[in-house]
């Protein structure tokens, strides 16, 4: 399953996100029990399937890292959870995730290809709105030439 583009939901009371089809048949995918990873990360929750996340969380676990990397992957390991979808095909989003991503009834599901974001939707606009300027030359220093 790829994950594109953006939608928008809304969060019950209880921190439960109703997931839309498409991003439930990945997750059934993934997964014949509606199992995913979630975890923080840049002021979101990143949802994961069971085999993408054991290999970060293998990548990040071998290496012999600077204090930097070890704070990093404190956020990203020590903020995981494991998640089952619900009769309803929700994920009930814990209280420390909500808090740490500022989720209030507004998020938005942002596809990132073999993944998806859950943003609160106050927090996606910002990001909308940067000046990208400058983000062409720092993928073409990376090798990728692309004509934004």
């Known amino acids: 399953m790829i994950f594109r583009g953006h939608i928008y939901r809304t969060l019950d009371p209880k921190g439960r996100l109703m997931l839309p089809a498409e991003v439930r048949g990945a997750i059934a995918a993934w997964s014949p029990q509606g199992r995913c990873m979630l975890t923080t990360q840049d002021e979101c929750i990143v949802a994961r399937s069971w085999p993408e996340w054991e290999q970060l969380e293998s990548a990040l676990t071998s290496?012999?890292?600077?204090?930097?990397?070890?704070?990093?992957?404190?956020?990203?390991?020590?903020?995981?959870?494991?998640?089952?979808?619900?009769?309803?095909?929700?994920?009930?989003?814990?209280?420390?995730?909500?808090?740490?991503?500022?989720?209030?009834?507004?998020?938005?599901?942002?596809?990132?290809?073999?993944?998806?974001?859950?943003?609160?939707?106050?927090?996606?606009?910002?990001?909308?709105?940067?000046n990208f300027e400058g983000v062409d030359q720092e993928l073409a220093d990376s090798g990728i030439d692309i004509f934004l």
């Open 63 to 130: 290496v012999r890292a600077s204090r930097q990397v070890r704070d990093f992957r404190r956020l990203v390991l020590g903020g995981a959870e494991e998640l089952v979808l619900d009769p309803q095909h929700r994920l009930r989003l814990s209280r420390a995730h909500m808090e740490y991503a500022g989720l209030s009834r507004e998020v938005v599901l942002v596809g990132q290809v073999k993944h998806f974001e859950i943003w609160d939707a106050a927090r996606f606009r910002r990001i909308q709105e940067q």
